[in-house]
T-cell receptor
Framework: DTEVTQTPKHLVMGMTNKKSLKCEQH?????MYWYKQKAKKPPELMFVYSYEKLSINESVPSRFSPECPNSSLLNLHLHALQPEDSALYLCASSQGRTAPNYGYTFGSGTRLTVV | AQSVTQPDIHITVSEGASLELRCNYSYGATPYLFWYVQSPGQGLQLLLKYFSGDTLVQGIKGFEAEFKRSQSSFNLRKPSVHWSDAAEYFCAATASGGSYIPTFGRGTSLIVHP
C-alpha cells in the first residue's frame, strides 16, 4: 500500500460547527504532515508529527487542532473556523522527518468550504 | 535566506512538443531537490528527486530533470508532452540538516494545446 488516504474529500461547514479531517497511511512512515493550500499557491505547512509526537506547529490558530492517535492515523480537528480557512487541506507522510531525500507522499486532500 | 524560484507562472505548449520547466534554488549547500505534479483537485505526486550522484535524474511519466550546480538550477524536461500532463508543477528543496522541511516554489501551470 503506497497511498495516503484522506477523508472526506469535500466538506462544507458553518462557522460554529466542529468537524474532523482524517488521514491514514500504511507505508510504515513515521512522519506525517498537514498542509493548507490555497488556489494557485504552493502548500503551506501547518503541523508535523514525528513518531506520533507533535514536532512542528507553524503558528497555526488554535481553531485547528491536530491529533495523531497512532503511527498510521492523523486527524485535524476543526472548530469555529472562518471563511478564509476555506482551502484544500493536504496530508503527507515520509519515512522519517529527518529522511527528506525520499520525498513526501501526499493524499488527494480535503476540499474545505467554510460558510 | 533559502528559497526556490520558479520563474514561469504559466507555460503553454502544444501536444507532442518538448517541455522545460525552470527551477532555481538559493541555499548555502546543495539541497535535496524535488519536482511534484498536482492535477486539478488532487494532491501532489512526486515526479523525481535528486540528492547526489548522476546529475540527470529520471522520474515517472517520462519526465527527467538535470541538476546544474553552476547555475543553481534543477530544470524539469519532457521530450513529448501529452494532454494529460496539463497540471501544476512544483519544485521543492530541502536543506541537508536543519528542519528538513521542504521549501516549495510558487508553481508553474502547464497548459497543453491539442
Amino acid at each position: 500500500d503506497t497511498e495516503v488516504t484522506q477523508t472526506p474529500k469535500h466538506l462544507v461547514m458553518g462557522m460554529t460547527n466542529k468537524k474532523s479531517l482524517k488521514c491514514e497511511q500504511h507505508m510504515g512512515h513515521r512522519a506525517m504532515y498537514w498542509y493548507k493550500q490555497k488556489a494557485k499557491k504552493p502548500p503551506e505547512l501547518m503541523f508535523v508529527y514525528s513518531y506520533e509526537k507533535l514536532s512542528i506547529n507553524e503558528s497555526v490558530p488554535s481553531r485547528f487542532s491536530p491529533e495523531c492517535p497512532n503511527s498510521s492515523l492523523l486527524n485535524l480537528h476543526l472548530h469555529a473556523l472562518q471563511p478564509e480557512d476555506s482551502a484544500l487541506y493536504l496530508c503527507a507522510s515520509s519515512q522519517g522527518r529527518t529522511a527528506p531525500n525520499y520525498g513526501y507522499t501526499f493524499g488527494s486532500g480535503t476540499r474545505l468550504t467554510v460558510v | 535566506a533559502q528559497s526556490v524560484t520558479q520563474p514561469d507562472i504559466h507555460i503553454t505548449v502544444s501536444e507532442g512538443a518538448s517541455l522545460e520547466l525552470r527551477c532555481n534554488y538559493s541555499y548555502g549547500a546543495t539541497p535535496y531537490l524535488f519536482w511534484y505534479v498536482q492535477s486539478p483537485g488532487q494532491g501532489l505526486q512526486l515526479l523525481l528527486k535528486y540528492f547526489s550522484g548522476d546529475t540527470l535524474v529520471q522520474g515517472i511519466k517520462g519526465f527527467e530533470a538535470e541538476f546544474k550546480r553552476s547555475q543553481s538550477s534543477f530544470n524539469l524536461r519532457k521530450p513529448s508532452v501529452h494532454w494529460s500532463d496539463a497540471a501544476e508543477y512544483f519544485c521543492a528543496a530541502t536543506a541537508s540538516g536543519g528542519s528538513y522541511i521542504p521549501t516549495f516554489g510558487r508553481g508553474t501551470s502547464l497548459i497543453v494545446h491539442p
